[in-house]
Each structure stands twice: as structure tokens, then as C-alpha cells.
Nanobody
Framework: QVQLVESGGGLVQAGGSLRLSCAAS????????MGWFRQAPGKEREFVAR????????SYADSVRGRFTISRDNAKNTVYLQMNSLKPEDTAVYYC????????????????WGQGTQVTVSS
């Protein structure tokens, strides 16, 4: 089993930055694809970014490419999402997720989820 705990959310003005962290535990977590998703009120959870367990493959949603950076430190069992140039439309609960069997942007492919951390971007 894998346990994920997000942190680092908060309130920030448009144009500002936040760094989210996801602390992961579990025997096999180091071989999981790690993803960030977000969900705004009334909307479906959507893909934001993912990184392969090897760290060699990284993908972003078009809406965040160039502004967000995903990274992982397997030695610390932690994945990060650096968010720059934040926009009001980035406001959402951000979730960390782990996929034990694939490298996917589909939320249905992910096996484990954190509880989420709120990111609010004011205009």
C-alpha cells in the first residue's frame, strides 16, 4: 500500500508562486509514476503533471506547461510541483497520485491518492 500526503497549498496573488510537496510512503512507491491532478469546485479532476519513476519522462497539461515544474526525489520519497506565474484558473484542490503500472495522464490509471491541498489564486 502507498500513502501520500500533500502540503504547501495556500492563498497567493496572480503571478505568484507556490511549491507543493507530496510525501510518499510504501514499499513500491519508488517505482510508481507520480502525478499531480487538480479539481476545482463543480469540475472533474484533471491532469496537471506526471513524472515516471525513473525521472526520465515528464509530461504536463497544456494549461500549465512552461509555468509548472514537477520533480521527484526518490531518496526522500517526495514529489514536488513548483507552480509559477499562477493564474486564477489554477485555483483548485491539488492532489498527488501514484500509478504502479503505467505512465499515464488518465486519473483512472492512478492507484493511490492523497487528501489534497487547496491552492487559491486571487486576481
Amino acid at each position: 500500500q502507498v500513502q501520500l500526503v500533500e502540503s504547501g497549498g495556500g492563498l497567493v496573488q496572480a503571478g505568484g508562486s507556490l511549491r507543493l510537496s507530496c510525501a510518499a510512503s510504501g514499499r513500491t512507491v519508488s517505482r510508481c509514476t507520480m502525478g499531480w491532478f487538480r479539481q476545482a469546485p463543480g469540475k472533474e479532476r484533471e491532469f496537471v503533471a506526471r513524472v515516471h519513476w525513473s525521472g526520465s519522462l515528464i509530461s504536463y497539461a497544456d494549461s500549465v506547461r512552461g509555468r509548472f515544474t514537477i520533480s521527484r526525489d526518490n531518496a526522500k520519497n517526495t514529489v514536488y510541483l513548483q507552480m509559477n506565474s499562477l493564474k486564477p484558473e489554477d485555483t483548485a484542490v491539488y492532489y498527488c497520485a501514484a500509478d504502479a503500472s503505467s505512465y499515464s495522464s488518465n486519473k483512472q490509471s492512478y492507484d493511490y491518492w492523497g487528501q489534497g491541498t487547496q491552492v487559491t489564486v486571487s486576481s
